[in-house]
């Protein structure tokens, strides 16, 4: 008898120091860390997608629909044609970011699942501007591992530089537990994928004939037009000046001058996954615009 209410006290205290994370009614958070915890699950929602369909050929539809909260199903996202290795690693991303919209919804309120437009028309869309001139033939992200590793190298890291701009802003530390999380994952996925990259940077994309190094340094460019405000992006090879300590061009992480991780506002990351260089033009993964009150103040 003593052991059973020994082990039920046990068992609450447990329960209760989880509950302190996920408080599900957002009552204790102020109104600003809601909007900015609700605002990354556009992005969480897209990677979820984009990653579950690649590896496996399902999304959240299927695999968690009470998720999807009646959201439209993305538009063109499909399986791309990936090695055993890539594959893994990309099932695991595709089954971390369902953690994360979990997270973030047992928090917040949030919203259903934006319209995403992942289609290869979408991903082509954003070479063809990285490069500034279309490529023949048109991108196509689910083609192999590269271009799909090249694609990816597209999304975890716009999501990481929100959380870093987002924590400072924080006032619960709930939320700020929440984002550090967030952060520590999506930096981890980020690196995973600049590592795959970097490891095969010489290589060409085909059949364009340019190397994965010059596709990161375009996308990472065309980031920092879109961003409008200066160098927060950077590819995987850069000036010696953009290097840590201001000495290397080798750069399978980017960061700042310390070598500290880069942050942007929502509406930085806005102009970004619009593709429209402009928070109030909706566009690119995001053809609706995205949801949640950041966002809709723009539309
Ligand atoms: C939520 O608010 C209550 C009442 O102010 C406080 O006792 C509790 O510690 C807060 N919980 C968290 C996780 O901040
Ligand atoms: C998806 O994106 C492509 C490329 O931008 C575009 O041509 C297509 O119309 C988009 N689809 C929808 C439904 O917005």
Not at 44 to 72: C, H, I, R, T
Not at 119 to 143: K, R
Not at 216 to 237: M, V
């Amino acid at each position: 008898m003593i052991l059973v209410s020994l082990l039920l006290l046990i068992l609450h205290l447990l329960s209760s120091s989880c509950d302190e994370y996920f408080i599900n009614d957002g009552n204790n958070l102020t109104k600003s860390d809601v909007d900015l915890i609700e605002f990354p699950l556009n992005i969480e929602y897209m990677e979820a997608e984009f990653f579950l369909w690649g590896s496996l050929g399902y999304g959240l539809d299927k695999f968690a629909p009470q998720l999807v909260d009646g959201g439209p199903k993305p538009i063109g996202v499909r399986i791309a044609k990936l090695s055993p290795l890539i594959r893994d690693v990309i099932a695991q991303f595709g089954f971390q970011e369902v953690g994360h919209v979990r997270a973030i919804k047992s928090t917040v309120r949030g919203f259903p699942r934006p319209l995403l437009n992942l289609s290869i028309e979408s991903f082509a869309t954003v070479m063809n501007d990285a490069f500034g001139h279309p490529l023949q033939p048109s991108f196509d992200p689910y083609a192999n591992d590269i271009n799909y590793l090249l694609a990816s190298y597209v999304i975890p890291y716009v999501g990481l530089t929100g959380y870093v701009g987002a924590n400072p802003k924080l006032h619960s530390p709930s939320a700020k537990r929440l984002v550090a999380g967030l952060l520590g994952v999506e930096s981890g996925q980020d690196a995973v994928l600049r590592t795959l990259l970097y490891e095969r940077g010489r290589e060409n994309v085909e059949p364009y004939g340019i190397t994965v190094t010059e596709f990161t340094n375009r996308i990472s460019e065309l980031r920092n037009k879109l961003g409008r405000q200066g160098i927060k992006d950077e590819g995987l090879r850069v000036k010696p000046k953009l290097g840590a300590e201001g000495s290397i061009r080798g750069n399978i992480l980017a960061g700042g001058k310390y070598s500290l991780s880069y942050d942007r506002t929502p509406e930085e990351i806005l102009r970004i996954v619009y593709g429209s260089g402009d928070e109030s033009k909706p566009g690119g993964f995001y053809p609706n615009g995205a949801e949640g009150r950041i966002a809709k103040s723009y539309l």
